[in-house]
């Protein structure tokens, strides 16, 4: 028993504490497995390549999808909750690594070929296991929740202006220059203010081509802002996490967002402005 609690404790300190030796170890392993499997999704949906190399890739796949199903049950042998891990975010997206493959031997090609592609296609979810790798995404995410109010207010903005400027050109335009609704106007409206123009709509007549010029100029104006807003709160996200981390004398790291004074030396953690 005992022994099979230092198994288990051993293989949780690998699989879950990537602060450890054997734990960078195991997510670099994981993380170059990880990889290797999306490039042969990635190669397998080109015709010519699955044509020649089915068998070889259904091989390979087959032998990536047994390494996930190992890991997957390997962290619900030595995980406290298991039940918790499994319902977990990343929990579901271990599992989503594996269903489509054994999914995939259960089906026909010349029968399900619609469902296979779908499995196939499946498997690309595997990204969302390179995650846990990416050190630096709290910054992203403070500075999503940070600019989230702004954001939100500038989308209604926006809203607000395509409600407009598309029912302007229904009722300038009209459905004989394509106009049919003002759901249409409001597509083109969205696509013009984003500088797309797809131009499948144009309009034809003097005043909605003025009206469709406001539209670009507005466009230029204002496809910067959602841009600038998330720049600054990512530059403040970092900025903070830098200050609170590091005291300039003892080197102390781990401050709380507002301490203004290392609680281990006393230093002031910033500098005053002269």
């Not at 709290?138 to 809203?159: C, D, E, H, P, T």
């Not at 003892?250 to 290392?262: L, T």
Request: hydrophobic residues 45%.
């Amino acid at each position: 028993m005992d022994s099979s609690n230092h198994w288990r404790d051993r293989l949780y300190v690998m699989i879950f504490q990537t602060d450890t030796v054997a734990g960078r170890r195991f997510d670099s392993t994981l993380l170059l497995i990880i990889l290797a499997s999306l490039v042969i999704v990635i190669l397998d949906s080109i015709d010519q390549v699955h044509r020649d190399y089915a068998n070889v890739l259904a091989y390979i796949e087959w032998g990536f999808t047994l390494i996930f199903a190992i890991e997957y049950g390997l962290r619900l042998y030595c995980s406290p909750k298991p039940l918790r891990y499994a319902f977990s975010f990343y929990g579901l997206v271990d599992l989503l690594a594996i269903v489509p493959g054994i999914l995939a031997l259960y089906y026909s090609d010349a029968q399900y070929l619609l469902i296979i592609r779908v499995i196939r296609m499946l498997r690309i979810f595997r990204v969302l296991k390179l995650s846990p790798y990416l050190k630096q995404a709290n910054y992203l995410m403070s500075a999503l929740r940070g600019s989230k109010q702004k954001i939100i207010v500038f989308l209604l903005s926006v809203s607000t202006l395509v409600t407009v400027f598309g029912t302007l050109m229904y009722v300038v335009e009209g459905p004989e220059h394509g106009f049919t609704s003002i759901p249409k106007g409001i597509y083109w409206a969205i696509v013009t203010l984003t500088t797309v123009g797809f131009g499948d709509i144009v309009p034809k007549t003097p005043l909605g081509q003025v009206i469709s010029s406001l539209v670009m100029i507005t466009g230029y104006s204002i496809i910067a802002v959602p841009t600038g807003i998330f720049t600054a709160e990512l530059a403040s996200a970092m900025r903070g996490e830098q200050l609170k981390h590091d005291c300039p004398v003892c080197k102390k790291s781990n401050h709380e967002p507002s301490a203004a004074f290392c609680s281990r030396c006393g230093n002031a953690l910033f500098k005053k402005m002269e």
